[in-house]
């Protein structure tokens, strides 16, 4: 709770009707320890802000009251007064005579547009963008969203990135296929830049990264992200997106904003869940259940508890193949072959596997606080085990390089073999503070986290074709001896990152400001530890020379494996001190000016200011705005992670073949040779210009403008191949590989774009509506690339180095526009949710480049509340089983079959029938889904 600086939840479940006798024993004191103890005595929730209690005495109350006549009691003469919303919720406001002007705003987001009995005008939360507690959003001088978990649950999506995703229009949760770990640990982005350029927070401490980094060819190439799907939605109280560069109050990350997490607390009610949903094409089945509940503890503090049980079933949209699967089938003209092979005319052509994985996850969140009476102790753990299966590359009957042929001139797996990625992954953190407040008014806030985020894929349902290779011409095992024996299964590798955080935050309210300052201390772990031998070794090559007149490809197909010499363990120190100070210059006129100073081990250190302006027009216009610098230091992964893999990449006769490419870590011996110096932190200039209007607290718009200069951006080159310069050449002959990849700073990019929000709420018809619109345009341009002086890499053109695939990445892989318009409408026990998304255009190179156009998908619920205590649910996402369009490029496996008699046996344009580099809202066709929730 500590992020709830200056207001006071307290939630007990209630144990009697409203008439009962309750003992109260509350002595005459300040108010808000006063509400305190009435909160516990009476089990009651209590609404009321901090700063409005903290001067005001109350009556002595003691004896046997009903709860009414109690709180009257010890209020009565202090100008304070009590209000009860239809939820019997008691609220604590000024009286009449002592209100200047009404509140009626909330701290719902405009992007929301729903309004709580928890979130009515009295409540102060400190959000983030400002370390002062506030009413609403609109007092902010940046951006912020704030999502409660209503909403969330409206969208009918099951995991955090996707709600996400389908609420705020500058979020972007981009799927692609055939993606090792990228397919199962999506990439999220804010405002168009890259995972690892959002910084995100947990009830308001840092969250640990996902030790995945993105290396294959999908959106955020070269980057690592933090896995939101870790977090139960069942855990979460509300999402606050702070759409503002942020690295002098939150440091490094928070360039392109910051995504805080706020957990259930005690004021949260308590359910019980289950839902049940599958697409329109029978597949890709997903079944739920999510529970939450508060308890007491000793009667001074709460435990919510909070987990979440997901089964989904994997979708498939492959398309034919159309390529050879078997010898005598010959190829006549490209893409065109005949055969008389009945294997070759029988064959299933679906083979590949396109589409969402199939996953299994357990998920459980413990959120705390305890009252000491001089301050507050509080904490939280979470943990996630999620395990899943993707697909990689089909590998032929054919294809003696990853299939040999045996003595009996069969291939090792004579139909072939889809190789299978089982990725287990687990993530859990822990964390503990302690927030009191001295005599003086200074309150301190310390505290300790740690978070791990680790990985284990094991390979599957594939091969080492060069074992296949060892035991028929070493070993002399027989054909029908060796396919019996050959593993089929590896483990390839591990991965994990971890972090520790201590925090130092003290405050002091003045008259005239609100003084920050806080020390941060913290410890990157990052480890990659090998894999069986089986799953990297090459057992039909020594010394670079083959053994046997068919070499075969070493390493388990499909996902190869790290061997020993690139385990990974690194350790990282940070040293943070920042400053932020808030003050109301004029009485309309807010000021909030941040620095920092960051010391890392490694590349050095980073000082940033920000400085934000909130200006108060009148009574239905303000205008706000900041002007920062910010910072990114080189993550762990990219400092570090080193692995050769199989990548299928369109060559220069626009085929999809497979090429041996190695990723080398920056310290390494190739970087080194090639002279590609240390990573340096990215950093960036951000400016944003806003404005909010408000008519009669029922319509809200607002419009901001940003841009954000980055320079240095650190990117993962293009595969540097034989060729392109005599040093190279020799260094890739001696690694054995086609490619070399290496991490370097070596992009400036400009990104502009303007976020609209506009709301309305009003009464019809004896129900209520609100009304929603929300938009985003972004735009990313690769504004300088270059290479380090003094390396082979500068003695080559750039673009050997940053082909325009790599250009299209970082510009045009993400829609430019994104547009949320949200019908909520509520009457008695219905509320009926009706969402038109809007994706825009979006570019992607793969040999050719090719524009996706815009796409508007519909959404809809309907929820009925069966009894107080019952509700049922029904919709639908995605309603009219919309598509991207269909691909044209980058395709794989395309042909036209036919017989000796001229049948036709498959004519297929590819197993690619969309995109699989990215798909901004996937590829699988409308979803219908019913669920049931009880809360108790």
């Known amino acids: 709770m500590s992020i709830h600086t200056a207001l006071i939840f307290l939630l007990f479940s209630s144990m009697g009707k409203a008439a009962d006798l309750v003992y109260f024993d509350i002595k005459q004191q300040n108010a808000n320890q006063a509400l305190i103890l009435f909160g516990k005595q009476s089990q009651q929730t209590i609404l009321f802000s901090f700063e409005l209690t903290k001067k005001i005495q109350t009556n002595q109350v003691e004896g046997y009251y009903t709860v009414e006549f109690a709180i009257r009691k010890l209020l009565r003469g202090s100008g304070l007064e009590v209000i009860k919303n239809q939820d019997n919720v008691i609220a604590i406001s000024a009286t009449s005579k002592t209100k200047k002007t009404p509140n009626t705003e909330d701290v719902t987001s405009p992007a929301s547009a729903n309004r709580t009995a928890e979130t009515a005008g009295i409540e102060k939360i400190a959000i983030v963008g400002s370390r002062t507690a506030r009413r609403s959003i609109t007092d902010l001088p940046v951006p912020v969203d704030i999502l409660p978990f209503s909403q969330l649950k409206q969208s009918g999506q099951t995991n955090v990135g996707d709600m996400l995703q389908a609420i705020a229009p500058s979020f972007n949760f981009s799927k692609s296929a055939i993606s090792d770990g990228s397919d199962v640990l999506q990439p999220a982005t804010l405002r168009g830049l890259g995972p690892d350029q959002t910084l995100v927070l947990v009830n308001g401490k840092r969250r640990h990264q996902a030790s995945l980094i993105h290396i294959n060819n999908s959106v955020g190439r070269g980057t690592a992200g933090t896995d939101l799907n870790a977090i139960p939605v069942a855990a979460i109280k509300r999402i606050e997106i702070l759409r503002d560069g942020a690295a002098a109050q939150y440091g490094s990350d928070a360039i392109a904003g910051v995504i805080n997490i706020v957990l259930k607390d005690d004021t949260s009610a308590d359910y019980v869940e289950a839902s049940y949903g599958k697409h329109s094409q029978g597949d890709g089945a997903s079944q739920q259940v999510e529970f939450s509940k508060s308890i007491a503890l000793f009667k001074q503090g709460y435990a919510n508890l909070s987990a979440s049980v997901a089964d989904h079933q994997a979708t498939n949209r492959t398309g034919q193949y159309g390529s050879c699967i078997y010898d005598g089938c010959t190829q006549q003209a490209p893409h065109e072959y005949i055969t008389s092979n009945l294997q070759e005319i029988n064959a299933a052509r679906d083979i590949f596997e396109i589409g969402n994985p199939e996953y299994l996850q357990q998920a459980w969140v413990i959120n705390a606080g305890y009252d000491t ?51 287990k992954l687990s993530d859990y953190s822990l ?379 970082i510009e045009d892989w993400q829609p430019e526009s994104r547009i949320n318009f949200n019908i909520n409408y509520q009457l008695q026990q219905w509320r009926f949710n009706l969402t038109l998304n809007h994706f825009g255009k979006y570019s992607v190179v793969d040999g050719d480049k090719q524009t996706y156009g815009a796409k508007l998908l519909t959404d809809i619920r309907i929820e009925h509340q069966l009894t107080p205590n019952v509700q049922l649910y029904a919709g639908s996402n995605n309603l009219f089983n919309i598509y991207p369009d269909k691909n044209t490029i980058g395709n794989s496996r395309a042909g036209k079959i036919i017989d000796d008699a001229g049948n036709t046996i498959v004519d297929s344009e590819g197993v690619f029938q969309y995109s699989r580099r990215s798909a901004p809202f996937g590829y699988n066709g409308a979803y219908f889904y019913t669920g049931i929730a009880v809360n108790f």
């Open 373 to 423: 009476g001089v301050g507050e102790l509080y904490g939280f753990a979470t943990y996630s085990k999620r395990d899943n299966t993707s697909a990689a590359f089909f590998r032929s009957a054919k294809d003696q390089a990853t299939n040999p042929v045996l003595q009996d001139s069969l291939p090792t797996l004579p139909d072939g073999y889809l190789p299978k990625i089982s990725s």
């Open 431 to 809: 964390n503990f503070g302690y927030n009191f407040e001295f005599d003086s008014g200074i309150s301190v806030d310390t505290s300790y986290t740690y978070g791990k985020n680790k990985i284990n894929y094991d390979t599957e349902s594939a091969i080492n074709a060069s074992y296949a290779n060892l035991l028929r011409f070493q070993e002399n095992s027989t054909a029908s001896k060796i396919r019996e024996n050959i593993p089929q299964n590896a483990h390839a590798y591990e991965l994990s990152l971890s972090l520790q955080t201590l925090n130092i935050d003290i405050r002091k309210d003045l008259d005239w400001a609100t003084l920050t300052l806080g020390f941060e201390f913290r410890q990157d772990h990052y480890q990659v530890n090998a894999g069986e031998k089986y799953s990297y070794f090459d057992y039909d090559t020594l010394a670079n020379r083959s053994l046997f007149a068919n070499d075969a490809v070493a390493g388990i197909q499909g996902f190869p494996g790290v061997a020993p010499s690139s385990a990974v363990d690194e350790k990282r120190h940070v040293r943070s001190i920042y400053f932020e100070i808030e003050q109301q210059l004029l009485p309309n006129v807010f000021i909030n000016t941040a620095t920092r100073y960051d010391d890392y081990d490694g590349f050095g250190a980073s000082t940033n200011l920000k400085v934000a302006a909130h200006w108060q027009s009148n009574d239905w216009l303000t205008y706000r705005g900041a002007i920062s610098t910010g910072f990114r230091a080189p993550s762990m992964q990219q400092l570090y992670f080193n692995n050769t893999s199989t990548q299928f990449l369109v060559d220069d006769n626009d085929e999809l073949v497979g090429q041996k490419v190695a990723t080398f870590r920056n310290d390494s011996h190739l970087a080194n040779a090639i002279g590609v110096p240390e990573l340096a932190e990215e950093s960036s200039k951000n400016l944003s210009l806003g404005a909010v209007v408000s008519f009669d607290n029922s319509l809200t718009l607002t419009v901001d403008y940003y841009r954000i200069d980055i320079d240095d951006r650190i990117v993962l080159s293009s595969g540097l191949c034989l060729g392109l310069n005599h040093t190279l050449d020799q260094l890739l002959a001696a690694e054995n590989i086609d490619k070399a990849q290496v991490f370097l700073n070596g992009v400036d990019t400009k990104t502009q774009g303007i976020d609209i929000i506009a709301t309305w709420q009003t009464s019809l018809a004896q129900g209520k509506l609100d009304l929603t619109l929300a938009a985003n345009y972004t735009k990313t341009e690769v504004e300088r690339l270059f290479t380090p002086s003094a390396s082979t890499l500068n003695s080559l053109a750039v673009e050997e180095v940053f082909s325009a695939h790599d250009i299209a990445i």
